[in-house]
């Protein structure tokens, strides 16, 4: 059971440039989300999926595009790099499946993280 | 989501309790506080959760006041590898997606 893997775990962009990053999961979480921390601060939420072909906006969503064509795989896009695109990228799921409750959904596993430098 | 307020740093000396304060004085009845840590450079760990009971795991105990308003992690025998940065959340128990808001949280330092 590999959990929540983020590939890759580290990459460097020019400014410009595009780039898929990758989230796959093998728990089977109907819940799949994207957040950034950028030094000194707390993670703030990107976009989240609820299930395959549903997704949503979450704090900071702009030049970023997700997709959810299957329950395992929630990558992330950004369209055109930018250095304020410099961060760290943590991906995270949860069980919200066969009516889990909410008590459960807000027990989160986050992969490994992929450290992006726009340049 | 009620708003939570932790100490941005504490020490603790290995061997040792370690005690992490939160406040969340604007909780409401149906939600529940949940800890996290995030130990340096890696993805945020679910440690424990609790609505007003004392809550105990392999990893930590949770005391929540009577009247909800605060709570203490605590990590009874701190080592080294507990060194991180550790976050109170609150979350209500109903509702369809599971949007966490990680603030600031507090920063331990376990020392020997």
């Known amino acids: 059971n590999a959990g929540v893997t983020q590939t890759p775990k580290f990459q460097v962009l020019k400014t410009g440039q595009s780039m898929t990053l990758q989230c796959a999961q093998d728990m089977n979480h109907e819940y799949m989300s994207w957040y950034r921390q950028d030094p000194g601060m707390g993670l703030r939420l990107i976009h989240y999926?609820?299930?395959?072909?549903?997704?949503d906006q979450g704090e900071v969503p702009n030049g970023y595009n997700v997709s959810r064509s299957t329950t395992e795989d929630f990558p992330l896009r950004l369209l055109s790099a930018a250095p304020s695109q410099t961060s760290v990228y943590f991906c995270?799921?949860?069980?919200?499946?066969?009516?889990?409750?909410?008590?459960?959904?807000?027990?989160?596993?986050f992969g490994a993280g992929t450290r992006l430098s726009v340049l | 989501d009620a708003k939570t307020t932790q100490p941005p740093s504490m020490d603790c000396a290995e061997g040792r309790a370690a005690n992490l304060p939160c406040n969340h004085s604007?909780?409401?009845?149906?939600?529940?506080v949940y800890w996290y840590r995030q130990i340096h450079s890696q993805g945020p760990q679910y440690i424990i959760h609790g609505l007003k009971n004392n809550e105990t795991n392999e990893m930590a105990s949770l005391i929540i006041t009577e009247d909800r308003k605060s709570s203490t992690l605590i990590l009874p025998h701190a080592t080294l590898r507990d060194t991180a940065v550790y976050y109170c959340i609150v979350r209500s128990s109903t509702g369809t997606a599971s949007k966490l808001t990680f603030g600031t949280g507090t920063r331990l330092q376990v020392t020997l």
């Open positions: 999926s609820v299930g395959a072909g549903i997704t």
């Open positions: 995270a799921s949860s069980p919200t499946s066969g009516g889990a409750t909410a008590l459960v959904k807000n027990i989160q596993y």
């Open positions: 604007t909780i409401s009845g149906n939600e529940y």
